[in-house]
């Protein structure tokens, strides 16, 4: 079945340095999304990316969309400490039918101050 | 409407015993989306509603879990004869139609099962 894998797993940071998660897909995507989940909070819709070398923007958050539809990535400009929490990709395969996304591990970005 | 509402937030449950929890999703969403996370992993599906058909399972739901979303509103999860295994977090999700170019899941703050 579907995989996808996200790394790293865990990113520390000092407030203010950059910080970016990669996703890969085991199989070709339909789209991909991306969801942040706080400490003890539930996952939170960020974006979804459709379009193959797709790039969309979100103030300090950029995200891209591979050539190949395998891969994705999710990049944040002079990290603040709002932005401490756990990202996940998730994609839909473009096989047609299943609609349920398959999530990646994610990538917990911590920050030291 | 604010969101999508799940009951209970924590569960305790003695091993072998049958458990029930609710989802109402948001009201105009008519696709509805049952997940399991463990401690340090992403969601995993379950299944998957259109209105009141169940239209995707995952290999994960066995034959002690089900369902079901009778009128195409709320949605119940049961499982039977719980197991230890079974402990996690039960998210429910709703979204829109697959319409748009940001069509993106409303997760509700999940129910806590803990299985002794």
């Known amino acids: 079945g579907q995989q996808v894998m996200q790394i790293p797993q865990y990113q520390h940071v000092q407030e203010g340095e950059d910080f970016t998660t990669y996703c890969n897909s085991s199989t070709t995507l339909s789209n991909i999304q991306w969801y942040k989940q706080r400490p003890g909070g ?33 990049h944040i400009t002079a990290t603040q400490t709002t932005d ?8 839909r ?19 030291q101050p | 409407d604010t969101g999508v509402s799940q009951d209970p937030r924590h569960k305790i449950t003695k091993r072998g015993q ?15 989306y049952w997940y399991r996370q463990t401690l340090g992993q992403g969601p995993e599906f379950l299944t998957y509603f259109q209105n009141e058909a169940q239209l995707e399972k995952s290999r994960l739901l066995s034959d002690r879990f089900s369902a079901e979303r009778p009128k195409g509103s709320f949605s119940t999860l049961e499982i039977q004869r719980t197991e230890q295994g079974d402990s996690a977090m039960y998210l429910c999700a709703s979204s829109l139609p697959r319409t748009g170019n940001n069509y993106g899941y409303t997760f509700g703050s999940g129910t806590r099962l803990t299985v002794v």
């Open chain 1, 42 to 74: 539930h996952p939170v819709f960020l974006i979804q990316l459709v379009k193959s070398g797709e790039v969309k923007k979100q103030k300090r958050l950029t995200f891209q969309f591979g050539e190949a539809k395998k891969n994705s990535s999710l």
């Open chain 1, 84 to 91: 401490v929490g756990t990202y996940f990709c998730a994609g």
């Open chain 1, 93 to 111: 395969g473009s096989g047609g039918g299943a609609d349920g996304l398959t999530f990646g591990k994610g990538t917990h970005l911590i920050i």
């Open chain 2, 18 to 32: 049958n458990v029930t929890f609710r989802c109402d999703p948001i009201s105009e969403h008519n696709r509805l």
